[in-house]
């Protein structure tokens, strides 16, 4: 089964937040942006940008409840 991009980036970020306990939104970001293309981020609701749903959903699925998101620091960390 070959790997999509989405699941690149989601291993990326659970190995950025494993080699170095957290991972900050905004760095993310620009690294999606610049690696991988801003068709995998978008501006949500409350205008800030987010990654786009699949790669969110893929990274869920990898780290399986082990990474905790933290909304005040827009940031995720290793639980």
Excluded: C, P
Aim: without cysteine; glycine residues 6%.
């Amino acid at each position: 089964m070959e790997t999509t991009t989405e699941q690149h980036i989601a291993e990326w970020m659970v190995n950025e937040i494993k080699f170095r306990g957290m991972l900050r939104q905004e760095e993310a970001i620009e690294h999606v942006k610049q690696q991988f293309g801003e068709q995998y981020i978008f501006v949500n609701e409350n205008g800030n940008v987010s990654l786009e749903k699949e790669v969110k959903k893929a990274f869920r699925k990898l780290h399986k409840g082990r990474v905790a998101w933290d909304r005040d620091g827009f940031f995720w960390a290793w639980t």
